[in-house]
């Protein structure tokens, strides 16, 4: 189109009107064009075909095209437009022109109507996100509340609240993050660490991870069993390799969760953490299962206040809880 006057341009698109499906949005784009283009006849013209076909009516445009060229529209004609508006359910249009008020109140009525169930509707989703917020915070889902936030904001530019939670969100994050880079575990030295492996040993181990490799891909099942021989071996990572290639159970999932704490790759955890608890919500052992996880993760990244807390929301709910009673009780003695 390019070298084209706007009158041949516009031509071509109003082809795409009649001939080919196409999405209301870019039937929109077409007739602004039209209109923004001072092809006002054309558009008129064009206007009356639609009515003819019947074809769904942005109602703001063919408003706006009578209101620029200074037509006062007929009683009739005013009674067309608000029966199609109410028929085809388009409300919306009314939003975004006020040009008709003067001609009838009840473009005004309806205008008001629909920016007041707006209202309600948008004040709905952004309980329903605050609600959303409040449950990330309280389960120290940190990557989650960060890109709520982030949308809130975008949503709602002028609400000083969210504004004012996006400036706690980040405070509270850097504190975290001194406090996890300068904290350092005086009981480090209970933790095993890992001895680096000889040549032999690097050449036995890759060899066996080979074969264990094609074995899995040709019986996903055998996958849990081969992980646990690599965590018995003290090689995590390498049964991380697995685990992939497994048949998706809850088993298996629940041991990615172990070797990933074992590996030392809490970030990682905190992530499949969320995503095990989306997909096996129903169990009502999965809370407890992946607050606990949660909680290691996070004592881990050295956040042990938090991992405190979390443990003793599961033994509010469920005293017997004994992992929970445990690694509290190991906490206790440790930093007793």
Request: hydrophobic share 40%; proline share 4%.
């Amino acid at each position: 189109m390019v070298g084209k006057h706007q009158k041949e341009v516009f031509e071509e698109l109003t082809l795409y009107l009649f001939r080919k499906k196409i999405s209301d949005e870019e039937k929109i784009s077409i007739l602004k064009f039209g209109l923004n283009a001072g092809l006002h006849k054309d558009l008129m013209s064009v206007f009356s075909d639609m009515f003819h076909d019947k074809h769904t009516i942005p109602w703001h445009i063919f408003m706006e095209l009578l209101a620029r060229n200074e037509i006062k529209p007929p009683k009739e004609v005013i009674e067309s437009v608000l029966k199609g508006v109410k028929r085809q359910e388009r409300e919306a249009d009314l939003a975004l022109i006020q040009s008709w008020d003067q001609f009838d109140k009840r473009f005004l009525d309806i205008r008001i109507e629909f920016l007041k169930q707006q209202q309600e509707e948008f004040g709905q989703k952004k309980n329903q996100m605050y609600e959303k917020l409040n449950f990330y915070r309280s389960q120290r889902m940190f990557h989650e509340e960060e890109k709520l936030l982030k949308i809130m904001a975008r949503m709602f530019p002028m609400d000083i609240a969210i504004q004012e939670e996006m400036h706690r969100f980040k405070e509270a994050h850097a504190h975290e993050i001194i406090a996890r880079s300068s904290r350092q575990d005086p009981h480090e030295d209970f933790i095993p660490r890992e001895e680096p492996l000889s040549k032999a040993e690097t050449l036995f181990l890759g060899n066996l991870k080979g074969f264990v490799l094609e074995a899995v891909r040709k019986e996903k099942h055998t996958a849990y069993n081969f992980a646990i021989m690599f965590r018995m071996m003290g090689q995590p990572k390498v049964a991380l390799e697995v685990v992939p290639f497994g048949v998706k159970t809850p088993q298996l999932a629940w041991l990615e969760i172990d070797l990933l704490l074992e590996a030392g790759m809490d970030v990682q955890c905190l992530d499949k953490i969320h995503e095990i608890e989306l997909r096996y919500c129903d169990d009502p052992e999965t809370t407890f299962a992946a607050t606990y996880a949660r909680a290691r993760a996070l004592n881990n990244l050295g956040q042990g206040g938090k991992a405190i807390d979390l443990l003793k929301s599961i033994l509010d709910v469920r005293p017997d809880y004994r992992s929970a009673n445990s690694l509290l009780t190991e906490w206790a003695q440790r930093w007793g």
